[in-house]
């Protein structure tokens, strides 16, 4: 699938917007949890998944590449496609604070729910930026 370099950040953006709104919601459920016994805490996986494509990209450059004579062949390499990278939910199974067997830690869900507002709306803000700009282009014209 070809992208343009900016076709390419914008779905990235709003994937990560995306993201963070699923991670909005992990939290709340594990700091709404935070008294329940047993409750195991979730995570959301993304960036380290997206990086991974990314550097299976850059790698796929690099890698030998073979001649594929039937379509029974297995490939030497095979990238993963940045679009297709989703955020992931984990349960976190192997900590546990507690006597009871909950794993949450209010303290570390709160600053994590911090980040995640500073990184929404940095999201948020250069998708705005950017349909600005386009916004800009067009009025030209």
Known sequence: MFYTN?????QLL???LNTESIRRNVLANNIANVDVPHFKRSEVNFESELK???????ESNKTMQAI????????FYIPRDIAAVQPRIN???????????NNVDIEKEMVDASKNTMRYNAYSQRIGSAFSNLKRVIQMA
């Open 6 to 10: 900016r076709s390419m950040t914008m």
């Open 14 to 16: 709003e994937k990560a």
């Open 52 to 58: 991974r494509a990314i550097d299976d990209k850059n």
């Open 68 to 75: 594929m004579t039937d379509p029974r062949h297995i490939p």
């Open 91 to 101: 349960l976190d199974y192997n900590t546990s604070y507690r006597n009871d067997g």
